[in-house]
C-alpha cells in the first residue's frame, strides 16, 4: 500500500492513465532486464523505440507533436520512471525535461518547428550542456566561451556529467559570450571540433551515459542559438521549471525501493516467521510510507504551483532538498531491510541505493538548494559571498 492517504482520488482520469500506463511499460520492458545494462555500464539502445511509443517526451510542451500533459501528469511520469530506474529517468529527464524544455521555453518557432517534433518521437535524442569540469554548484561561473564570427558562433571550452551527449543529435551548449553574458546554442551532431567521451568508473547510474565534452572551435550558424536566453537567469528559469520532477523521481526511488522492501518483508522468514511480523521491521516500513505520503503531498501540491504559474525557485529547491534527503533514507532503510540480499541486484533495493547518491547531487546539491530557499526567506544571497 502506497497510497496511504487516497491521493489517488485527487488526479483526473488522464493522470492515473498515464501513470498506469508508464508503470505497466516499466513492469513489462524496463524491470526485467535493467540490472545486466546497469551491471556492463551499457546503454539499452534497444529500448528507446519501445519508449518513442508511449508518446510521453516533451511532457507539459503544448504543440509540436508533445503530449501537452498536466504537470500533474509530468511529474507522475518522471516518478514512474524513477520507480522503475534512475538510469532511465536520466536519459528521460535530460531529454524531455532539460533539453526539450530548454528549446520550448528559450527556442524561436523555427527552432521550435525543426525540433521539438523528432524529439517528441525521439527520432532525434537531446542533451542539456551545463555542468563543466571546474563549476557544478557554481554553474553561473561557467568558462566556456563563445565569439561571434559573421554569421557563425565559435564555441571554446569543456563540460562533464553530460547525460546523451555522446548519443545526442543536438546539445544545448551553454556558453558566456565576449560581454560575459550567458547564452544557449544548438550543437548538433557531427559538428566539428566537438568531442564527448562517455565517462567511466561509474558507481550510480551505469545504464546512462554521461559524457566528459571538449570544444575545440566548434562552430554553429548564428540560426542555432536560442533567442530567448539573454543570461544566467533564462538558463536558472529552466532548471527551475524542471527541478519540481527531480523532486518527483526522489518519491519514485522511494516508492520502488519501500514496495520492494515490503514485498521482501512479507516473503522472507527467520526465526519461523516472515520478518514482517517484528517489530523493528514493522517501525521501518510504517517511517518510511509516512515520508512517501509526505513526499506525495508536496509533490502534488508544487505541481498545482506550476499549473497556474506560481512556481518560485525556492519552492522548487525546497521539495528537490526535501525529497531527495528522504528518499536517500527509504532507499537505505530499504536496503537494511533486505539485510545481505540488499546488495544483489536481483532484488533491484542495491540499484537503487546506488542511483539515489546520483539523485541527491544533481541538479543542485542539498546544501545549494537550502542556500536557493533562503535567500527567498532571508532576502540575503549567500550563494555568492
Same mark, same amino acid.
Given at each position: 500500500?502506497?497510497?496511504?492517504?487516497?491521493?489517488?482520488?485527487?488526479?483526473?482520469?488522464?493522470?492515473?492513465?498515464?501513470?498506469?500506463?508508464?508503470?505497466?511499460?516499466?513492469?513489462?520492458?524496463?524491470?526485467?532486464?535493467?540490472?545486466?545494462?546497469?551491471?556492463?555500464?551499457?546503454?539499452?539502445?534497444?529500448?528507446?523505440?519501445?519508449?518513442?511509443?508511449?508518446?510521453?517526451?516533451?511532457?507539459?510542451?503544448?504543440?509540436?507533436?508533445?503530449?501537452?500533459?498536466?504537470?500533474?501528469?509530468?511529474?507522475?511520469?518522471?516518478?514512474?520512471?524513477?520507480?522503475?530506474?534512475?538510469?532511465?529517468?536520466?536519459?528521460?529527464?535530460?531529454?524531455?525535461?532539460?533539453?526539450?524544455?530548454?528549446?520550448?521555453? /528559450?527556442?524561436?518557432?523555427?527552432?521550435?518547428?525543426?525540433?521539438?517534433?523528432?524529439?517528441?518521437?525521439?527520432?532525434?535524442?537531446?542533451?542539456?550542456?551545463?555542468?563543466?569540469?571546474?563549476?557544478?554548484?557554481?554553474?553561473? +561561473?561557467?568558462?566556456?566561451?563563445?565569439?561571434?564570427?559573421?554569421?557563425?558562433?565559435?564555441?571554446?571550452?569543456?563540460?562533464?556529467?553530460?547525460?546523451?551527449?555522446?548519443?545526442?543529435?543536438?546539445?544545448?551548449?551553454?556558453?558566456?559570450?565576449?560581454?560575459?553574458?550567458?547564452?544557449?546554442?544548438?550543437?548538433?551532431?557531427?559538428?566539428?571540433?566537438?568531442?564527448?567521451?562517455?565517462?567511466?568508473?561509474?558507481?550510480?547510474?551505469?545504464?546512462?551515459?554521461?559524457?566528459?565534452?571538449?570544444?575545440?572551435?566548434?562552430?554553429?550558424?548564428?540560426?542555432?542559438?536560442?533567442?530567448?536566453?539573454?543570461?544566467?537567469?533564462?538558463?536558472?528559469?529552466?532548471?527551475?521549471?524542471?527541478?519540481?520532477?527531480?523532486?518527483?523521481?526522489?518519491?519514485?526511488?522511494?516508492?520502488?525501493?519501500?514496495?520492494?522492501?515490503?514485498?521482501?518483508?512479507?516473503?522472507?522468514?527467520?526465526?519461523?516467521?516472515?520478518?514482517?511480523?517484528?517489530?523493528?521491521?514493522?517501525?521501518? /516500513?510504517?517511517?518510511?510510507?509516512?515520508?512517501?505520503?509526505?513526499?506525495?503531498?508536496?509533490?502534488?501540491?508544487?505541481?498545482?504551483?506550476?499549473?497556474?504559474?506560481?512556481?518560485?525557485?525556492?519552492?522548487?529547491?525546497?521539495?528537490?532538498?526535501?525529497?531527495?534527503?528522504?528518499?536517500?533514507?527509504?532507499?537505505?532503510?530499504?536496503?537494511?531491510?533486505?539485510?545481505?540480499?540488499?546488495?544483489?541486484?536481483?532484488?533491484?533495493?542495491?540499484?537503487?541505493?546506488?542511483?539515489?547518491?546520483?539523485?541527491?547531487?544533481?541538479?543542485?546539491?542539498?546544501?545549494?538548494?537550502?542556500?536557493?530557499?533562503?535567500?527567498?526567506?532571508?532576502? +540575503?544571497?549567500?550563494?555568492?559571498?
Amino acid at each position: 500500500m502506497t497510497d496511504f492517504y487516497l491521493l489517488d482520488e485527487k488526479l483526473t482520469d488522464d493522470e492515473r492513465g498515464i501513470r498506469d500506463r508508464l508503470r505497466a511499460f516499466c513492469a513489462a520492458e524496463i524491470t526485467p532486464v535493467i540490472n545486466g545494462y546497469w551491471e556492463r555500464a551499457e546503454f539499452p539502445f534497444e529500448l528507446v523505440p519501445k519508449i518513442a511509443t508511449l508518446q510521453m517526451a516533451g511532457g507539459t510542451i503544448e504543440g509540436y507533436g508533445c503530449p501537452g500533459m498536466s504537470a500533474t501528469a509530468a511529474g507522475l511520469v518522471s516518478m514512474e520512471w524513477a520507480r522503475a530506474d534512475g538510469s532511465m529517468g536520466t536519459f528521460y529527464g535530460v531529454h524531455s525535461n532539460l533539453a526539450m524544455q530548454s528549446i520550448a521555453m /528559450l527556442g524561436s518557432d523555427e527552432q521550435k518547428a525543426r525540433w521539438l517534433p523528432p524529439m517528441a518521437d525521439l527520432d532525434a535524442i537531446g542533451a542539456f550542456a551545463l555542468t563543466e569540469p571546474e563549476h557544478g554548484s557554481d554553474a553561473v +561561473h561557467l568558462e566556456t566561451s563563445v565569439r561571434r564570427e559573421q554569421d557563425e558562433f565559435v564555441i571554446n571550452g569543456r563540460k562533464r556529467w553530460i547525460g546523451n551527449a555522446s548519443i545526442a543529435d543536438v546539445v544545448i551548449v551553454w556558453a558566456r559570450d565576449e560581454d560575459g553574458h550567458v547564452g544557449g546554442y544548438l550543437v548538433e551532431k557531427g559538428t566539428l571540433g566537438f568531442d564527448a567521451t562517455v565517462m567511466t568508473g561509474k558507481t550510480a547510474l551505469r545504464a546512462v551515459w554521461q559524457a566528459d565534452i571538449t570544444m575545440t572551435d566548434v562552430r554553429v550558424p548564428a540560426h542555432n542559438k536560442l533567442p530567448g536566453c539573454r543570461n544566467f537567469r533564462d538558463v536558472a528559469g529552466v532548471l527551475s521549471r524542471t527541478r519540481y520532477t527531480v523532486a518527483w523521481r526522489a518519491l519514485g526511488m522511494a516508492l520502488g525501493a519501500y514496495e520492494a522492501a515490503l514485498a521482501y518483508a512479507k516473503e522472507r522468514e527467520q526465526f519461523g516467521k516472515p520478518i514482517a511480523s517484528y517489530q523493528l521491521v514493522q517501525d521501518k /516500513l510504517s517511517r518510511m510510507l509516512a515520508e512517501i505520503t509526505a513526499m506525495q503531498l508536496l509533490c502534488l501540491r508544487l505541481s498545482e504551483l506550476v499549473e497556474d504559474g506560481r512556481l518560485t525557485a525556492g519552492m522548487a529547491s525546497m521539495a528537490k532538498m526535501n525529497h531527495a534527503a528522504k528518499a536517500r533514507e527509504i532507499v537505505g532503510m530499504a536496503r537494511d531491510i533486505l539485510g545481505g540480499n540488499g546488495i544483489l541486484l536481483e532484488n533491484h533495493v542495491a540499484r537503487q541505493h546506488a542511483d539515489m547518491e546520483a539523485i541527491f547531487t544533481f541538479e543542485g546539491t542539498d546544501s545549494i538548494q537550502a542556500l536557493i530557499v533562503a535567500r527567498e526567506i532571508t532576502g +540575503h544571497n549567500a550563494i555568492t559571498t
